[in-house]
């Protein structure tokens, strides 16, 4: 569904956009003049994706220094919770499943409170302790489903019920009591890390700039021209193009698709949005869903939940998480 002021399927050329990493995003270009005294970008692979950052600042060196603060808070949260790094938070968390908590930082406990409040409040669509659904599927090597045996055992097993939030020796710590469960932030922690990285670039008086990582953007203040960021969704049929344009200023914005990671067997596409009463992904004729709200964590979490969802269900499920979050496109 596509709002009035939202362009039609087109496809950008070089001189109109900013192509800003390798996600659901493409940003409207800034004036070349301007571009050359005040914008300046850096990219990052993290988090599973590439995080591209944009300032827009008169000093170059000052705007690289409030940069590397920005990608040191993105790091951080990809050092922190990876599921695929052992030696991490969550990782070591995973490790010692069924066996004993684990002390994590202040971040991570949050984000898993955040993971938890989401999947209670959508009665368990969201689920933040799938990785061994996500190890089932493994979306980067598989080219056939498993059987039905292997993933109906995930069905409707509420495997969040087993993460606690608590502390130990008076510090953060995370507890699952089932040595079967093992956490995925996936779709809550790209969001914090892009919270935390626009909250390092206000620590360093940045009003205007971006961060986008994959599908999460946040968009601060206005562009260099003195309004909105112009934001284009990118077509899910067709990498170069876009579907729709958004005008964002201080808000973030979250898509979700099925269309960045999957395989297809047979006449249908395997993605990684998984259906937690089924343990297989979602069954659904919506390819991607974008959320605006106030924070990129929310964006991220109510993107991930809501995909594939019909509309009085979805509007029903974002207003009791009361996360002010919207749908601004769907297709």
Not at 2 to 8: C, F
Not at 177 to 194: E, F, N, Q, T, W
Not at 261 to 288: I, K, M, N, Q
């Amino acid at each position: 569904m596509r709002s009035p002021e939202q362009n039609t399927r087109r496809h950008p050329t070089r001189r109109e956009v900013l192509t800003l990493g390798i996600g659901a995003f493409v940003v409207a270009a800034v004036p070349l003049a301007r571009r050359r005294r005040h914008v300046v970008r850096r990219s990052v692979p993290v988090m599973g994706t590439v995080a591209d950052l944009l300032v827009v600042h008169p000093d170059q060196r000052y705007a690289h220094r409030a940069l590397d603060a920005a990608v040191a808070e993105l790091e951080w949260v990809h050092r922190s919770m990876s599921r695929y790094d052992a030696t991490s938070e969550v990782g070591r968390a995973n490790a010692m499943a069924g066996a004993r908590p684990v002390g994590v930082s202040a971040g991570t406990a949050f984000v898993v409170k955040e993971g938890l409040r989401w999947a209670e409040g959508s009665g368990g669509r969201f689920d933040p302790a799938l990785g061994r659904v996500s190890d089932l599927w493994d979306l980067s090597s598989r080219t056939r489903p498993p059987g039905s045996g292997e993933w109906g055992r995930f069905a409707r097993a509420g495997l969040y019920r087993s993460v606690e939030v608590g502390s130990e020796n008076g510090l953060p710590a995370v507890y699952l009591d089932d040595p079967r469960v093992s956490l995925d932030l996936g779709g809550i922690a790209k969001g914090y890390g892009v919270d935390r990285a626009v909250e390092a670039l206000r620590e360093w008086g940045i009003g205007s700039g971006l961060v986008n990582a994959g599908g999460d953007l946040y968009a601060l203040g206005t562009s260099p021209d003195g309004d909105g960021w112009r934001v284009g969704v990118r077509d899910p049929d067709d990498v170069e193009g876009t579907i729709a344009e958004l005008v964002v200023s201080d808000v973030a914005v979250a898509t979700s698709g099925d269309y960045q990671r999957y395989f297809e067997y047979g006449s249908r596409r395997y993605h990684h949005l998984f259906d937690t009463d089924t343990g297989a992904p979602r069954v659904t004729g919506e390819r991607s869903l974008t959320v605006e709200a106030g924070t990129c964590m929310v964006a991220d979490a109510a993107a991930t939940t809501a995909f594939g969802m019909a509309d009085p269900e979805r509007d029903g499920l974002l207003r009791n998480m009361g996360s002010v979050a919207r749908v601004v496109h769907r297709v």
